[in-house]
């Protein structure tokens, strides 16, 4: 596969996790309100598929990216590969608790779905962004301000997740909103321009492969 459709591919992905997790978040939110309705738990379970597509978009991003990155910055890429694959995880296993949820109703699932959704999607993405912006700076696969955007919104992420863990204020709630908007403009500017203008053909190396250090392969 080509440069520009491995690009593409990463963009179409990365878009694809915004039309999962957005509309999954709305529908499984009744269930694990507390709600018994049987419509509830149908909209849990629809809510349940996105975020596995969400789950498989997610290591996506990372695989079509990886042949783009380790040419220029090995470590980097090889460390998204791994978060993004931890996401993933976490995804999946908040999934497993929200369908216990809705087969049993056990606020214990309900607090494991909560944790690993503190962990995996409410966390996780920050680290991505110091990997993967700093990643894209070097190589200038992008414009600046795209991977600028990401490492600004990292650091207000992980202060939101923090935040949230000490009970601050609550995982869905309109301040962990706004903390995550710069996260989120990050992660849809990134979609859209590397669906639409895909990347050159070859990432700028790294001042350390100019110099001639060994690359891993």
């Not at 509309?23 to 309705?37: D, E, F, N, R, W």
């Not at 040419?71 to 908040?94: K, N, Q, T």
């Not at 056990?106 to 993967?132: E, I, Q, R, T």
């Amino acid at each position: 596969m080509t440069d520009r459709r491995l690009a593409r591919t990463a963009g179409i992905l990365y878009l694809l996790t915004f039309a999962t997790s957005i509309p999954a978040l709305a529908l499984k939110s009744p269930v694990l309100a507390g709600s018994t309705a049987a419509d509830a738990a149908t909209l849990a379970r629809a809510g349940a598929l996105l975020e596995v597509v969400l789950a498989v978009a997610c290591v996506g991003t990372a695989v079509a990216l990886f042949p783009l990155l380790r040419r220029a910055v090995p470590a980097l890429a090889l460390g998204f590969v791994a978060s993004r694959v931890l996401e993933a995880g976490l995804v999946l296993l908040g999934i497993a608790a929200l369908l216990v949820v809705v087969t049993t109703g056990d606020p214990a699932a309900v607090a494991l779905h909560d944790a690993a959704f503190l962990l995996g999607p409410g966390l996780l993405p920050a680290v991505n962004a110091l990997l993967l912006g700093t990643a894209l700076l070097r190589t200038r696969l992008v414009p600046r301000l795209i991977p600028v955007v990401g490492l600004i919104g990292a650091p207000l992420l992980l202060v939101s997740a923090g935040a949230t863990l000490l009970g601050v204020f609550d995982q869905v709630s309109p301040v962990a909103a706004l903390l995550a908007l710069p996260i989120a403009v990050w992660e849809f500017a990134l979609g859209v321009w590397l669906t639409v203008r895909a990347v050159p053909g070859t990432p700028r190396r790294s001042p350390s492969q100019r110099r001639g250090a060994p690359v891993l392969s």
